[in-house]
């Protein structure tokens, strides 16, 4: 059970940053959209937006903000590269098959 909740995890996640980055490449346009569309939600379901996809809506409030475009690009790669390692299953690295 716990294999198929990561496995699960991971490829949601792994999804869920394909479409920031295909988003990112088609035009940051969409995902001001994106942010937007989840800023006008009902609070409560802002915040079970923010709990479920943490890091991905980290990314989009990184994305966001005024910084600097290659320490936002930067920051965003890090976060999706550390969601990814840590939903990943483990035996993807022991060499093993599940």
């Known amino acids: 059970m716990d294999q198929a909740l990561s496995i699960g995890a991971f490829v949601i996640f792994a999804i869920l940053w394909a479409a920031f980055a295909v988003a990112l490449a088609a035009g940051p346009d969409r995902l001001d959209a994106v942010w937007s569309w989840i ?3 009902p609070l409560v ?5 923010w709990l479920l996809f943490l ?8 994305w966001e903000s005024g910084w600097p475009l290659v320490l936002r690009l930067l920051l965003v790669g890090g976060l999706a590269v550390v969601t ?6 483990r035996w993807l690295f022991e060499g093993r098959s599940p």
Do not use: C, K, M
């Open 55 to 62: 890091p991905v809506v980290a990314g989009l409030w990184i």
């Open 84 to 89: 990814l390692y840590a939903f990943a299953p």
């Open 39 to 41: 800023g006008s939600l």
């Open 45 to 49: 379901l802002q915040v079970l937006v």
